[in-house]
């Protein structure tokens, strides 16, 4: 099993304990999604696609405030913020914006790209290596950028 999905069991059992609700809320809709993902797939998640599951469910949540700030909910908005803040807990350290450019850099030399139509190549190289310490938009971000200041 997973090494992240036992922890993410264990705090789970934690926000139990201490009645944390916004924790235990959080913490059950990830397991549960994560559960799905692997009766989906017919077998347990990695760790790596655990963190892009847990990536794509704090991008859901960063809609939403989107869409409650544009509704003028703060109440939705602080408590969705306080969902992200738990899930954050459970994500390797993000890498800098340097260090990204600098991973970004030796993968588009690697792979020997040239235009921005190269950014597929780049990015299939790139993805695996952040291991969920940057999310696919912001390496695409750069990667794009990169190759597009190559070009002139």
Known sequence: ????????????????????????????????????????????LDDNSILALLHKEIKSRRETIEDAQKGQRPDLVA???AEIK??????????SEEELIAMAKAAIEEVGAKTPADLGKVMKLLIPRLQG????????????????NQGT
Do not use: H, Y
């Open 1 to 44: 099993m997973a090494e992240l999905k036992t922890k993410l069991e264990l705090a789970l059992r934690d926000a139990m304990r201490s009645n944390d609700d916004v924790r235990k809320r959080t913490l059950r809709m990830i397991l549960s999604a994560i559960r799905l993902a692997e009766v989906e797939k017919g077998n347990p």
């Open 79 to 81: 408590a969705t913020q």
């Open 86 to 95: 738990v899930i954050q807990e459970f994500l390797p350290q993000a890498l």
């Open 133 to 148: 310490r940057a999310s696919g938009d912001e390496a695409s971000r750069v990667v794009r950028q990169l190759l597009q």
